[in-house]
Nanobody
Framework: QVQLLESGGGLVQSGGSLRLSCAAS????????LAWFRQPPGKERSFVAS????????QYADSVKGRFTISRDRDKDTMYLQMNRLTPEDTGVYYC????????????????WGQGTQVTVSS
């Protein structure tokens, strides 16, 4: 069993940057594929980015390509999402997730989830 804890959310102006973190506890997630999802107010949770178990491959939603970067620090057992050039459309609760298996953008493919961190981008 792995527990995931997100941090780094907050309020930022449009055009600004934030870096989200997702730390593992209980067991290492070094062998897992990891991902970020987000849920805007009143909408479904949707895929943002994922990184595979050996960090060789990443995948991004079209809406964040070129602005967001997913990465992992194995020494700290922590995953990150660097978010640049934020817009109000990026507002939502951001969740990290983990799975045994390859890259996936499907929410149901992930077995473990964090509690989420709120990101609010003001115009």
């Amino acid at each position: 069993q792995v527990q995931l804890l997100e941090s780094g959310g907050g309020l930022v102006q449009s055009g600004g940057s934030l870096r989200l973190s997702c730390a593992a506890s209980g067991r290492s997630f070094s062998t897992f594929t990891l991902a970020w999802f987000r849920q805007p107010p009143g909408k479904e949770r949707s895929f943002v980015a994922s990184i595979n178990r050996n960090d060789a491959n990443t995948q991004y939603a079209d809406s964040v390509k070129g602005r967001f970067t997913i990465s992992r620090d194995r020494d700290k057992d922590t995953m990150y999402l660097q978010m640049n050039r934020l817009t109000p459309e990026d507002t939502g609760v951001y969740y990290c997730a983990a799975r045994n298996g390859g890259l996936s953008s499907y929410r149901d493919a992930y077995d473990w989830w964090g509690q989420g961190t709120q990101v609010t981008v003001s115009s």
